[in-house]
Nanobody
Framework: VQLQASGGGLVQAGGSLRLSCTRYGSGLSINGMGWYRQAPGKERELVAV???????NYADSVKGRFTIFRDNAKNTVYLQMNSLKPEDTAVYYC?????????WGKGTLVTVSS
């Protein structure tokens, strides 16, 4: 199983970015997907998780600004990030749970300038 994440970059405060993460190499069912982030000097934290497009959960700090959604046909999870703040600056990681085993993608850096 390989996870390919993309979409990070540099954006000004108030701007938007969309992250994506695609699963390659396995046809097994995906139980859940999620995005996590790790800021410099801090522990990795949950940003959002999705079981289905009607079953999602968000960290309080991103509620109302971020949206997680999935495209099962493309084995892809997305994170739409709006109204970005400097405190959203971090390396963002995707995680897939496949047959109850967790797989992590390589991080993608999001930098929000003030």
């Amino acid at each position: 199983v390989q996870l390919q994440a993309s979409g990070g970059g540099l954006v000004q405060a108030g701007g938007s970015l969309r992250l994506s993460c695609t699963r390659y190499g396995s046809g097994l069912s995906i139980n859940g997907m999620g995005w996590y982030r790790q800021a410099p000097g801090k522990e990795r934290e949950l940003v959002a998780v999705i079981i289905s497009n009607s079953n999602t959960n968000y960290a309080d700090s991103v509620k109302g600004r971020f949206t997680i959604f999935r495209d099962n046909a493309k084995n892809t999870v997305y994170l739409q990030m709006n109204s970005l703040k400097p405190e959203d600056t971090a390396v963002y990681y995707c995680k897939f749970r496949i047959s109850y085993t967790d797989y992590w993608g390589k991080g993608t850096l999001v930098t929000v300038s003030s």
